[in-house]
Antibody, heavy 122, light 113 residues
Framework: EVQLVESGGGLVQPGGSLRLSCAASGFTFSDYSVNWVRQAPGKGLEWVSYINGVGGIIYYADSVKGRFTISRDNAKNSLYLQMNSLRAEDTAVYYC???????????????WGQGTLVTVSS | DIVMTQSPDSLSVSLGERATINCKSSQSVLHSSSNKNYLAWYLQKPGQPPKLLIYWASTRESGVPDRFSGSGSGTDFTLTISSLQAEDVAVYYCQQYYSFPQTFGQGTKVEIK
């Protein structure tokens, strides 16, 4: 069974940093491209970042470029999101979401984690 | 960026009746080389992550009931629930994956009348 389990969310002050993790199981992690997608409270979905199977190709939404860094450790079956210079508008549930294949092109998300809540507030 | 606009924002339908949600993209998401529309539909229930329903505009994900169907091409798409069930109460989102950044519609809330 495919599982994606996020962790690392919490309350952080504006300007602070946080590192999210996503533990994958039930599939060969390195064979799939993965993403972070976020959802502000009561709002819609916003794609945040993409990374391919070996981590050589990475994309970011303009809203987080230069502040967030996506990475992966295939030996640990894990995806990460380092978030720096956090702002109130970064407050959201952050989901780890898998593409159905190893691709450098955008695709739909076939599996999602349950999400981890990040709250940026003083 | 491709802007996705859904209509209506909310929908109230009687049990067993048809529900129709529209999604319009600001530019075509039909890829000429593959002749595929790069459009997906999800549902999201309160407190849960989104769940994939439809991809390539009309291909139903494994395990999704056949009362859900997707149609359309180019810039105009429709998700139809042929006979609304109580468990279909959710917010529905369309998503384009024609180009980065992938973008979602604002969501359509479906309720029981």
């Amino acid at each position: 069974e495919v599982q994606l389990v996020e962790s690392g969310g919490g309350l952080v002050q504006p300007g602070g940093s946080l590192r999210l993790s996503c533990a994958a199981s039930g599939f060969t992690f390195s064979d799939y491209s993965v993403n972070w997608v976020r959802q502000a409270p009561g709002k819609g979905l916003e794609w945040v970042s993409y990374i391919n199977g070996v981590g050589g190709i990475i994309y970011y939404a303009d809203s987080v470029k230069g502040r967030f860094t996506i990475s992966r450790d295939n030996a640990k079956n894990s995806l990460y999101l380092q978030m720096n210079s956090l702002r109130a508008e970064d407050t959201a549930v952050y989901y780890c979401a898998r593409y159905p294949a190893l691709t450098v092109l955008p695709r739909y998300f076939d599996y999602w984690g349950q999400g981890t809540l990040v709250t940026v507030s003083s | 960026d491709i802007v996705m606009t859904q209509s209506p924002d909310s929908l109230s339908v009687s049990l067993g009746e048809r529900a129709t949600i529209n999604c319009k993209s600001s530019q075509s998401v039909l890829h000429s080389s593959s002749n595929k529309n790069y459009l997906a539909w999800y549902l999201q229930k309160p407190g849960q992550p989104p769940k994939l329903l439809i991809y390539w505009a009309s291909t139903r994900e494994s395990g999704v009931p056949d009362r859900f169907s997707g149609s359309g091409s180019g810039t105009d798409f429709t998700l139809t629930i042929s006979s609304l069930q109580a468990e279909d109460v959710a917010v529905y989102y369309c998503q384009q994956y024609y180009s980065f950044p992938q973008t979602f519609g604002q969501g359509t809330k479906v309720e029981i009348k």
